[in-house]
């Protein structure tokens, strides 16, 4: 099962328990993926299309709270594809006082407006809000499995239902982008921050819950991979540095002879050939007495510049 199909599990048996809620994520059903037909008959009939046979049920549902026994309503399985069984709502619309020739398939608004005075035409609330995002996420929303990317769309082929999302989502502070996709309009949340709180917002908590979890789990991940890097990288630089010393000290040895070096030099150069993995600091920790860094890093530089001298043909006295 899809990440998407989780969350849409969860959020389809969520019921509101207030009307206006009700009537709210029912319109968000219609508005953001419903398409106007006409039957046999020749009446209207508003037809919702899913994959999600939980969102079907939930259309279903929603119809018969907010209309009662007025509507009828369809389910049927699309058997002509094997892949994925299409669910069909078919709600008619009651279209008695209008004639024939003025039946024509018409969009959505018109429709909307004639069920505006059964849906209701008030402005939404902050309770209808939630619940008319978790409608448009169930009929129309996609999110990808954290694990992969964070990304929550919306898409709808119609231009002011997508920017009418947009004002609803701001009401949460999600910030969302819109985008063309075809036909589509989606709007989308990109960031983990937002789409956590755009499922809290709609109730959606234990998605959120295993979202959340895996965001930790991600993060720690990145924390770690990034000390690793780190660590190897500086493991990489003071090795290098120290065959680099090491290089140096031999050449020393092989012409002028260790032995010729100032006692202080001398030690150093002993104990680097003798731990070649150790660092500087650690170099200093077992000189006798011990020394600081920035000592060791003194005298190593010396028997770097001796060494350079010495392969560069110039006098060593110099
Ligand atoms: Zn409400």
Redesign the pocket.
Known sequence: MSYSQKAKNELARKM?G????QR?EFRAFIEINSSIVSDSKDNLQLRFTTKNASAARKVFKLNKLVFGDASRINIRKNRSSNINNLYIVRISVNTENKKAEEREIPDLVDIGEEHNAVLGNQG?????T??YLRGAFLAGGSLVDPKKAYHLEIRSSRENISHGLLTHMGRFHLEPGISRRKQWYVVYLKEADRIADFLNAVGAHTTLLDFEDIRVYKGVRNRVNRLVNCETANMSKSINASLMQIDAIRTIRDTVGLEKLPEGLYEIAKLRLENADASLKELGEIHHPPMSKPSVNYRMRKLMSMANKIKSGKCLEG
């Open positions: 509101p207030r009307e206006c809620c709210a939404l609330w902050d309770c209808c939630r619940a």
